[in-house]
């Protein structure tokens, strides 16, 4: 590797950054972060980036909007210190749900995002897991998408179950679910569900495929308010599943989530750590699986001009 540069652009996104640096071999990039008394942030790279392949890693834990500012900042301090190359690592792209104009009178944020993050100068992103993989074509630079599905499939793969079924929650999920069927080599299941309007609300009311005496495992992109999954496991349940599990790449868990999975018939969550989980969230259905080193693999072939197909979503 020559001449890379990683940096964390806030306190949140330290701890996936350092392990990045751990399986690079490198050290953290040096950086000052702070805020003025009138809010504004402030951001100085405390070591020189000319003409070094720089990478920015964010994350999106709230505020949001502040974690927005605070990559466009870095982006635009790299850009005049002369770096050579500025890749943008976001492990969760923020905004990634408002991907498309499907009321009146709507933004689509996904796709502003990405004409921000260009504007502040950035020559590359790296997100993982996408909610829509057409976020990719927002973007007139390149943006890489990686994916946890085999550090998902690995997992599951160790418990070795019997009798096994996957489960998609939706009829938008069922092409990924098909392609975890296919690796385990066991049938699929699908849930009628229906959402109302902008509460988040999802209301499930039949299983499509046989989940009697068997252990369903439900895949997502991502857990927010857990509502779909909850009532995913209700249904589940209710249609004589043996045991439940859930594996999903990013774990967003907004408002009740914690509660709702805590008490709820799942009896594992799988997520991985693209949005770090705080402790008052940790409870012992959830594990966490790091997709840190796979952030640094495709840092390190980047920097070595190395391809990268086998990273991406199969």
């Known amino acids: 590797?020559?001449?890379?540069?990683?940096?964390?652009?806030?306190?949140?996104?330290?701890?996936?950054?350092?392990?990045?640096?751990?399986?690079?071999?490198?050290?953290?990039?040096?950086?000052?972060?702070?805020?003025?008394?009138?809010?504004n942030s402030f951001v100085q790279l405390k070591e020189t980036v000319r003409?070094?392949?720089?990478?920015?890693?964010?994350?999106?834990?709230?505020?949001?909007?502040?974690?927005?500012?605070?990559?466009?900042?870095?982006?635009?301090?790299?850009r005049r210190a002369s770096a050579r190359r500025i890749t943008v690592v976001l492990p969760y792209y923020m905004y990634s749900r408002s991907d498309k104009k499907d009321q009146p009178r709507v933004p689509i944020t996904a796709k502003l995002m990405?004409?921000?993050?260009?504007a502040a100068g950035a020559n590359r992103v790296i997100s993982c897991d996408l909610h829509n993989p057409a976020i990719q074509g927002y973007f007139n630079i390149n943006c890489d998408r990686l994916s946890a599905q085999s550090l998902l499939e690995t997992y599951f793969k160790e418990k070795n179950f019997d009798n096994m079924v996957i489960?998609?929650?939706d009829a938008g999920s069922s092409k990924k679910a098909y392609?975890?069927?296919?690796?385990?080599?066991?049938?699929?299941a699908m849930i009628d569900?229906?959402?109302?309007?902008?509460?988040?609300?999802?209301?499930?009311?039949?299983?499509?495929?046989?989940?009697?005496?068997k252990t369903a495992v439900v895949f997502d992109d991502e857990v927010d308010t857990a509502g779909s999954m909850i009532e995913t496991a209700n249904v589940l349940n209710q249609f004589g599943a043996k045991?439940?599990?859930?594996?999903?790449?990013?774990?967003?868990?907004s408002g009740p989530a914690i509660e709702r999975i805590k008490n709820s018939y799942f009896k594992e969550l799988v997520i991985t750590n693209t949005i770090p989980l705080p402790e008052e969230k940790k409870i012992p259905q959830i594990k966490v699986l790091s997709v840190a080193p796979l952030f640094a693999e495709a840092i390190r072939r980047l920097n070595e001009h190395k391809p990268m197909g086998d990273l991406f979503e199969k």
Not at 24 to 38: A, C, P, T, V, W
Not at 179 to 188: A, D, E
Not at 243 to 253: D, F, K, P, R, S
């Open 1 to 39: 590797m020559q001449d890379l540069k990683v940096f964390s652009c806030s306190k949140e996104a330290d701890g996936f950054t350092k392990e990045v640096c751990e399986n690079l071999g490198i050290e953290i990039g040096q950086i000052e972060r702070m805020k003025f008394k009138n809010d």
């Open 51 to 78: 003409e070094k392949d720089v990478y920015f890693i964010q994350t999106t834990t709230p505020p949001v909007n502040e974690r927005v500012m605070e990559l466009l900042i870095c982006i635009d301090a790299a």
């Open 114 to 118: 990405a004409e921000l993050i260009e």
């Open 167 to 169: 489960v998609a929650t």
């Open 179 to 188: 392609k975890y069927s296919k690796f385990f080599n066991c049938p699929i």
């Open 193 to 213: 569900k229906r959402r109302e309007g902008n509460d988040d609300r999802a209301i499930a009311s039949t299983v499509i495929g046989d989940v009697k005496g």
């Open 243 to 253: 045991e439940i599990y859930a594996g999903c790449t990013h774990g967003v868990l």
